[in-house]
Nanobody, 123 residues
Framework: QVQLVESGGGLVQAGDSLRLSCTAS????????MGWFRQQSGKEREFVAV????????YYADSVKGRFTISRDNAKNTITLQMNSLKPEDTAVYYC????????????????WGRGTQVTVSS
């Protein structure tokens, strides 16, 4: 089992950058595919970016492709989401999630979740 804690959210202006981090506790972090998902007010949780267990495969939602970068450091049990050129529509609670299997983009297939961190982008 793994426990996840996100950090790095905040209030920024459109065009700014923000870096989210997720730290995992527990063993065998490298056995988990990891991802970032977000939930906007009144909407379902959606896929943002996911990364394979080795970090070799990364997938992004079309809405963030070219602006966001996901990465992981298995030695430090962390994943990060570098968010550049932020837009007001990126405003959401961002969640880190993990699953002890191959990487997928569907949030319901992830077993472990952090509590989320709020990102607010003002226009």
């Amino acid at each position: 089992q793994v426990q996840l804690v996100e950090s790095g959210g905040g209030l920024v202006q459109a065009g700014d950058s923000l870096r989210l981090s997720c730290t995992a506790s527990g063993r065998s972090f490298s056995s988990y595919a990891m991802g970032w998902f977000r939930q906007q007010s009144g909407k379902e949780r959606e896929f943002v970016a996911v990364i394979s267990r080795s970090g070799g495969d990364k997938y992004y939602a079309d809405s963030v492709k070219g602006r966001f970068t996901i990465s992981r450091d298995n030695a430090k049990n962390t994943i990060t989401l570098q968010m550049n050129s932020l837009k007001p529509e990126d405003t959401a609670v961002y969640y880190c999630a993990g699953r002890a299997s191959a990487v997928v983009a569907t949030p319901t297939r992830y077993d472990y979740w952090g509590r989320g961190t709020q990102v607010t982008v003002s226009s």
